[in-house]
Structures are given as C-alpha cells and as structure tokens.
C-alpha cells in the first residue's frame, strides 16, 4: 500500500479505538484531509477546503445522529467560436461526503460550521456535565 493510503486509513481507527464506535465513515477516497481535535469544551473537525466557498458545503445531522459533511461541486469553462461551436469545453465535477458518528456528550443543537481561508471549520460543543453529587447516606436505626 502507498503511503498516501496509508495515512487516509489511520484516522478512523484511532477514533474507533478512543470512542469504541465507526466515528469516520469515508465514502470517497480521495477525500479532503480532516483534522479532529477536542478540548474540555468541544470537538473541532476541520476539512482542508481550498477553492471552495461555502455555498458548495452542506452540513447536516441525520436521524442516526450522525454529522454529514457533504461538497457538490462543479465548474465549466468553454470557449466559442464566432458561429457557436465548441473549440474547447472543459467541465469537472467533484463529490464529496464524511460522515462522523457523533459522541454522545455533544450538543447537537448549537453546533456551528463556517468556511474560511481554505478550510470547513465545524464547532461540535460538548454537553455541560451535570454536578456529581455525594451519595447521601441514610443512617440505620
């Protein structure tokens, strides 16, 4: 296997090891690179992103509470001559989707995504902790 495989595939087993789930699911490989990081506040995955904006990113949770990272993307360039015949078209298309199972110490519903300099920065909160409280002991008579 080539290295380039290679460091696609170590991710998901690290997750998978820490969280003892699939966090990652790739359905494309030659996905961008993503960075997940956590802090005592919050998860950040970041998605190398350049030349995209951020109308081409759809991010979404579905029902399985899973975080959907999705990009649509298509450019078409032509040239025409005087009659309107193709001298030369070129048109791309790329797709992409990363689905990360989400832990369930996040707060689903103040997570935030913003695109910026090159990169899908998504912000997954955590839930705040409730407080642990001493046992009371009851005292038998």
């Known amino acids: 296997m080539t290295p380039a ?19 990652i699911t790739k359905t494309n490989s030659s996905a961008p690179a993503i960075n997940i ?19 081409d990113f759809n991010v979404r949770i579905d029902d399985n509470d899973h975080l959907i990272i999705s990009v649509e993307n298509k450019k078409e360039n032509s040239e025409k001559d005087k009659k309107g015949k193709f001298l030369r078209r070129e048109f791309s298309y790329s797709q992409f989707q990363q689905t990360l199972v989400l832990p369930d110490n996040v707060d689903k ?19 705040a902790l409730p407080e642990t409280k001493e046992p009371k002991k009851i005292e038998v008579k």
């Open 37 to 55: 990081i956590e802090d005592d506040k919050e998860y950040k995955v970041e998605v190398a992103a350049p030349g995209l904006t951020k109308d």
């Open 5 to 23: 495989k290679n460091s696609q595939n170590w991710l998901p087993g690290i997750f998978n090891d820490f969280f003892g789930n699939e966090w």
């Open 109 to 127: 519903n103040n997570i935030e995504a913003k695109q910026e300099n090159g990169v899908l920065t998504v912000n997954i909160p955590k839930k």
